[in-house]
């Protein structure tokens, strides 16, 4: 169990020991408000939250009634309301507050539950759903409090981190049942945007995305990724006036092409890093490439001493085919616009099953009707690593940095400057690209949480022709 759960869970055990399963709250003698189905349809379940371990005082002053009412206004459907005390500054008093006051919005007790009697003052508190988190409960336990569940007729919000989770989850008996991943890491509270996606192809029942929700942009990644339901809890408990972007982001069905290229990306992640052979141009160097372990291929569809035809990307996709699944890389097609005959190749080679996905250098994926895939930036100075930060805000879970040179489009060939990368790789895994190659790439390893390195022009003979044994060599100094 991760430290602040520890701490946080023995408080707690403390205060129900002294306090009782009510902790010292007048929970009524019986439910005064009817159940209502929590996630009955998709949607944003918004948070009413005074603080957090993480951030602190979020909102001291927040009354939950008021704002229960501002955001079923807004359009919400499923309200979560923070019952923990020490840490979290709610109590059951806001539970039973907020369920007299409305009785047509499923209202989500979040707490860190430890014992099964707890469902049923829960359910006389006003719960329509209660959160079970798998790393404080054993299995047992876990299976004991979802039975509680079934018989008060309330939901199991049953919240994994873990692929251990998971199967503790899926052998749990129980129809309602609701997974809940978290992106939040509690031993060192980073996001990562990509855990949810790790794990959700594991799961067994429908589930809600936790954590990280600043933009309605990653409301439409989270549903891109097929979950029901966004849990969104410090923005809209700073700033009620935010709810109803969340609210609509969350009611619509995100690409789930662009989706499926994340769930893709995240399981390949059994390597740190993942690295990236791109400038291909023919099926030799491809197979040099696959050989020697690469995670993803590269063709350039842009005007450079790199591109690639059609011919060429065909024989690169057979070669990548002749592969068992598991060792296939995914095949990135390169673009530095979204008009214009080279990308129209790109798209349709995407569309046919040639490529996997798009590598957008410097340009916007701005419409969900263009093929999946990540965008890149070069950066030049604090204000492009602003806006690399902005990207990841609104929904890209990565983005590729790479080096600036001046006149150039697409890649640079020269380094990120050390400034730059500092004042982005403090709390980002990096995909990095940029004058990579098995004499640069350790130090960058070793400094820096490098998750993606992607080489081209450091591993050629000459532009579009790579040297097999400088590829060999690239991808062991990175395994290394």
């Not at 520890?6 to 005064?32: H, L, N, T």
């Not at 508190?125 to 309330?154: K, M, P, W, Y």
């Not at 129209?344 to 999946?372: C, I, M, N, T, W």
């Not at 004499?439 to 998750?451: C, D, I, P, S, W």
């Amino acid at each position: 169990m991760d430290d602040i759960l520890v701490k946080i869970c023995s408080r707690r055990e403390k205060d129900y020991k002294e306090k009782g399963k009510e902790f010292g709250c007048s929970i009524p003698a019986e439910r005064m408000r009817p159940v209502v189905p929590f996630l009955a349809s998709p949607g944003a379940i918004l948070e009413i939250k005074r603080s957090s371990p993480s951030k602190g005082m979020i909102n001291a002053d927040l009354d939950p009634v008021s704002r229960a009412a501002s955001y079923r206004a807004s359009g919400a459907k499923q309200i979560s309301i923070l019952t923990e005390n020490n840490y979290f500054g709610g109590s059951l008093d806001d539970l039973i507050a907020v369920g007299g006051s409305i009785d047509d919005v499923a209202l989500l007790r979040k707490d860190f539950i430890q014992h099964p009697e707890e469902i049923e003052v829960s359910y006389r508190a006003g719960a329509d759903a209660v959160l079970l988190i798998c790393a404080v409960l054993d299995s047992d336990t876990l299976q004991a409090c979802a039975d509680e569940c079934s018989r008060f007729g309330i939901t199991p919000l049953i919240e994994v981190r873990d692929i251990e989770d998971v199967h503790k989850l899926n052998n749990v008996v129980c129809e309602t049942k609701i997974a809940g991943i978290n992106s939040r890491n509690l031993s060192t509270f980073h996001i990562d945007p990509l855990r949810p996606a790790r794990l959700f192809s594991a799961l067994q029942s429908p589930a809600v995305y936790e954590s990280g929700i600043h933009h309605p942009g990653m409301c439409t990644y989270a549903r891109s990724l097929g979950f029901r339901g966004v849990l969104i809890g410090e923005s809209v408990s700073r700033d009620e006036a935010k709810a109803p972007a969340f609210v609509n982001a969350c009611a619509e069905e995100g690409d789930t092409r662009q989706g499926d290229f994340w769930k893709r990306i995240a399981t390949l992640r059994v390597h740190r890093p993942l690295i990236k052979i791109c400038g291909l141009t023919n099926a030799e160097d491809a197979e040099a490439a696959v050989t020697a372990g690469a995670d993803l291929l590269g063709a350039v569809f842009a005007k450079s001493e790199r591109e690639a035809d059609e011919a060429s990307a065909r024989k690169i996709r057979e070669t990548i085919d002749s592969y068992p699944s598991e060792h296939r890389p995914l095949f990135i097609g390169v673009v530095t616009e979204t008009e214009g005959g080279r990308f129209s190749l790109a798209e349709k080679l995407y569309e046919e099953g040639v490529l996997d996905a798009l590598q957008y250098h410097e340009v916007k994926r701005s419409s969900s009707s263009f093929p999946p895939g990540y965008h890149a930036l070069r950066l030049k100075d604090q204000k492009s690593v602003a806006n690399v930060r902005e990207m990841m805000r609104q929904g890209e879970p990565r983005v590729l940095v790479d080096g600036f040179k001046k006149g150039m489009a697409g890649g640079s060939g020269v380094q990120v400057e050390s400034d730059l990368l500092d004042a982005l790789g403090e709390d980002h895994l990096l995909w990095l690209a940029g004058g990579l190659s098995k004499e640069t790439v350790g130090a960058l390893l070793k400094r820096y949480q490098v998750e993606l390195a992607d080489a081209s022009s450091s591993l050629e003979v000459f532009p579009g022709k790579k040297d097999h044994d400088k590829v060999r060599k690239f991808i062991q100094e990175c395994r290394s």
